[in-house]
């Protein structure tokens, strides 16, 4: 049954522009698009949102039945995904970087901005955790928000990096780790929850 009330709209919201973190590929795109005029990075923000957008929305429809055929059940989901957030966390906090091709021409945007700096492991394993909690209606609409704000903001990249800089965008950075990882937090708590009822070691 789809679930249109606003709370769990907003916690996926919110979860889910916390693990794509547009904020943090800022540099990642200005510096794999330097060579390219105004024109050609719109087209590359349009391309890179276009194939985050799309890679998210099949791996929440697909995720549950690729769950059900290898046996996983969602609190192991929950669990699992928790602690792969939780490392992206503090990877991103602690500053470590994976190193990416620049000698790329505008499908660099595709392969590395949209996939898999804005739609990695993390945002796939956050869809399909929040489709199970809330409903596929709640995160189709909610990925669709930030999509178009992480477009929005791809498109005024340079300014937005001119205006806050690199140590605001390195700040930024931090906040947005601190609370993946309580996002992170909740998942694990939530999905121990669901197994230590299932086992009737506690009461929910």
Known sequence: MFDFSLDPLIKCLVALFVIMD?????????????RQNARQRHESALIATGVAGAVLVLFT???PSLMSALSVS??????????????????????LEFENPAD???NVAAVVVGVPLLTGPGAMT???????????????????????LTLGILM???P?????????????????AILLAAVAIEFIKL???KILGEWAIIHL
């Open 126 to 148: 956050t869809a399909v955790i929040l489709a199970g909690q809330y409903g596929i209606a709640a995160v189709f609409i909610a990925a669709t928000f930030v999509v178009l």
């Open 61 to 63: 429809l697909i995720g």
């Open 104 to 106: 790329k021409e505008l």
């Open 160 to 176: 937005i990096h001119r205006f806050i800089g690199r140590m605001g965008l390195a700040v930024l950075s931090k906040v947005m």
């Open 22 to 34: 547009p904020l943090a590929s800022l540099p990642a795109f200005l510096m794999l698009t330097r």
């Open 156 to 158: 005024l990249a340079e």
């Open 74 to 95: 969602m609190p192991a989901f929950q669990i699992a995904g928790g602690l792969l957030i939780l490392v992206m966390a503090v990877q991103s906090f602690l500053g």
């Open 191 to 193: 999905g121990t929850q």
